[in-house]
């Protein structure tokens, strides 16, 4: 654990940061859903300054950027939760973070799946409504489950003909055996998908026409069809984690009250060790489903402190391990995941820091070559834009400019440091033009 994980020069605190990957067999809808998460945060954070003079012409040109980075490495979300944001108030006015790191979707890229489920805490595992766990989708739980990377389903296309959510919730359960149960039900399917059933909160959103915001029930304003789906799935919910959870499992059996915090404390501590997997449901489509699922990643995905730190060995010393602890205070080192030849900037050297920090004007090492470069720029691929940055955190990602002798999967660290984390195993790098 950080000494100081609350550095206040931070953009955002480490326990409010998440580095996820999406997950899906090409057509789930990752696309669709990564760009409905940027606009819905990008949305969020322009709402949370209102005063800055967002023009037409802005909003214009972030959409276009928005096109950009979509299919960039690594996109960083950030945005405040204001009180009457959502109903989800756990956060109200804090800032969230959340790196959407690329994970490609395709079968031959496996090696580089790989490659991205090393720098990335979590994954949202995205499933279509219809066609429900495909061939494909369970190598990558394979490779999620080999570097124990903690995963959240999201059941998407519940609009479409043939959608059923229990069906593919079923085979989670059967053919990737994971022990599962659903915390955000769809209401409705096929056209008359209508909105979500919080299963955690006891509450449900009902899809506006706009799309955008919907409303929010009580159970007690739910139909009684809903109300009773709504208790029964809390019950599977609390019944599943409570076999898992000792804390949650004592209450159980002692019939104490179960609150909607005790039951998300649990289920999160149940996913990041992976015994659990939280299943929500709904559509790409619906803005406000889209919400819950950001809502999801924060509750119950790790933060880089709720994760065993990075390991590496002294590159003069095979017998020296040494970790890599999410501190800012601690010697900067960072894992080079992709290299990335990008339009506008150039070569931009994708980095996850696992540990320290690192600003522009620093020499970085790499301990597999013996040299040290000056980093000229750092940049970070946001929402809506490209943001030069002048410092990056621990367990944050950004992307170096100027670096030239990296290779992806090397270490680059302060000089002292001088471990290499992990040897690395990965193929030659595949420099995509963005
Ligand atoms: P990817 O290959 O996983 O990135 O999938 P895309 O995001 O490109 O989506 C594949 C197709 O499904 C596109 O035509 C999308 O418009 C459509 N799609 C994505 N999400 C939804 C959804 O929630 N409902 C419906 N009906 N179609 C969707």
Redesign the pocket.
């Known amino acids: 654990m950080s000494s100081n994980p609350n550095n206040p020069n931070r953009p955002c605190p480490l326990e409010r940061t998440r580095n996820i990957g999406i997950a ?10 990564t760009e409905r998460i940027l606009f819905y945060t990008g949305m969020i954070h322009r709402i949370g300054e209102v005063h800055d003079g967002a023009t037409t012409t802005d909003h214009m040109e972030q959409e276009r950027e928005r096109g950009i980075t979509i299919t960039s490495a690594a996109v960083t979300c950030e945005w405040v939760q204001k009180p009457n944001d959502g109903i989800f108030k756990l956060f109200e006015s804090e800032k969230q973070r959340v790196n959407i790191i690329d994970t490609p ?1 395709h079968v031959d890229f496996t090696a580089e799946v790989e490659r991205s489920l090393r720098v990335l805490d979590g994954t949202i595992v ?1 499933f279509c409504g219809v066609a429900g766990v495909q061939p494909q989708t369970e190598t990558v739980w394979r490779q999620a489950t080999k570097y124990n990377v903690p995963r959240i389903v999201f059941v ?5 003909v043939g959608a059923d959510f229990n069906n593919v919730l079923n085979e989670v359960r059967e053919k990737l055996h994971a022990t599962a149960a659903a915390v955000l039900i769809p209401i409705g399917a096929e056209d008359q998908l209508r909105g979500q059933i919080d299963v955690v909160n006891q509450q449900a959103v009902i899809y506006s026409d706009d799309d955008k915001f919907g409303s929010t029930f009580t159970i007690e304003e739910l139909s009684e069809d809903q109300k009773l789906i709504a208790m029964e799935a809390r019950e599977e919910l609390i019944d599943t984690v409570a076999d898992l959870d000792d804390e949650l499992g004592e209450k159980y059996l002692m019939e104490e009250e179960i609150t909607p915090g005790d039951l998300k404390s649990a289920i999160r501590r149940v996913t990041i060790a992976n015994k659990f997997v939280p299943v929500s449901g709904g ?3 619906k803005n406000k489903g889209v919400q819950f699922l950001v809502d999801a990643v924060i509750d119950y995905l790790p933060s880089p402190l709720d994760v065993v730190p990075a390991k590496g060995q002294k590159a003069n010393d095979e017998e020296a391990v040494v970790i890599a602890e999410a501190d800012d205070n601690k010697l900067f080192c960072s894992l080079a995941f992709k290299l990335w030849a990008d339009k506008y900037v150039g070569k931009l050297v994708f980095f996850r820091v696992y540990s320290g920090t690192v600003s522009k004007g620093d020499s970085v090492y790499n301990p597999r070559t013996g040299k040290q470069e000056r980093v000229s720029r750092i940049i970070q691929v946001q929402a809506d834009k490209h943001e030069e940055i002048e410092t990056c955190y621990a367990g944050d990602i950004a992307a170096f400019v100027g670096i030239k002798n990296v290779t992806t999967g090397d270490t680059l660290c302060n000089k002292k440091f001088d471990i290499m984390l992990e040897p690395p195993t990965f193929p030659e790098p595949v420099i995509a033009m963005a």
């Open positions: 899906a067999h090409i057509d789930a809808g990752k696309t669709t859903l979707g995205v998407n296309k519940m609009d479409r559509s790409a489509f």
